[in-house]
């Protein structure tokens, strides 16, 4: 169990869900990063994408995986001052306000390194059964914000929150939804809110722990599909001897993370191929145990972000080989998702690319919004992840809001192009 050092076992339930999460598998095996519109309703998803898409903070954990009855603390680190707040969601969804709470409600924070729990806090946090994953996020807002006191719990009869800890209210996820995507619009500086997250595991107090320790089976799911540039030939794509890639700035990294959701172990996409991380495919076939052992035993994030550098490298040449033009880093980085999810071929097939070069900056919002078929259905993901896109191409400026007479507005499958 998780002890404290004062009160009662009342105040124990609330932190024993942060960390001894359901039964659904270690790293979240079982509430999947899915790109799907519903899931995306989830508050895990709800809560990792607001994180990668506000950016800002560094989260940390004292370890990645911790034993039963080893103490976890979680540090961020905070740039600015500013309001911050704590949540960890499990793969059970159940989404809890680790920090402000009823010992510590003042969550106005200065600029440095924070530890929770501290000495102030008076409790401490242990790692507790059954065993698997675990999500924790951390946003600083520049505004009053206050996910505790506007939570879901016990309450007194003037209203003030009672509860140890609070659930997060639907209402507050919804304002956690809708400051990330505007922070995600804005450059970093007129930001209104910073996220960052990391993720954690617990596990027996004897025996391996890591991710191996996860249960044993292979997810698979219809709503990921292939990265369009994972599926074309490797070769054919280079820039002139002594010319490196231009390197995508961390918010068109975050961009792609948040599209592709992260898995740490392997899975099988909507095309039953072995992928693994954010949609890195390790072969085109479905999973069949005799993978490499590192992602048969699972990969952290940092691993899985460095396969996704690896992979974006084919659009970082493509862009930087066909476009004409000068980019913003934005630009840059909103064609580089774009080639990472519809493939080279098609990026230099496609009239986006012309208008692109044409300079006709007026077009390319709505030439974005026509790649959002995949083999043969609209997709709610490829809707949202072609927004985003031209929010990071348009960053800080406006978005033309009504297409030229002549505009070509049809419906373009991913699969198939122009």
Known sequence: MIRRGITDWMMLWPIMWLLALGSGGAFGQNVPPSQGAAASQTFRRVTEDAAMLAGGLSVQLNKTFHREGEVVLVTIDIPRAGYLNVLSVGPDDVPTVLFPNRDHPDNRVSAGSL??????????????PPYGATLVAAFL???????????????DGEGAMQAPFARLSVASRNQLRQLAGK???????????????????????????????APAGIASFEDRLTPGILLEPRDGVSLPKGIKPRPIHEKGIRLTKVSEGFMPRLYNDAASYCSVAYGHLVKKAPCDGQEPPEFRRGISESRGESLLVQDLRRAQLAVMGMVTTALSDGQYAALCDFTYNVGVGNLQKSTLLKVVNAGEHERVPFQFRRWIKANGKESAVLKTRREREIQLYFESSPIPKNPPADEDLSVIDIRIGE
């Open 141 to 155: 807002s520049r505004e009053a914000l206050d996910f505790y006191q506007n939570g879901d719990g016990e309450r």
């Open 183 to 213: 922070s995600f619009a804005v450059l970093p500086r007129a930001a209104p809110l910073l996220g960052g997250m990391a993720y954690g595991g617990v596990c027996a107090a004897s025996g391996a722990c890591d991710a191996a320790s």
């Open 115 to 128: 530890t929770i729990p501290n000495a102030q806090m008076k409790f401490d946090l242990q790692a507790m």
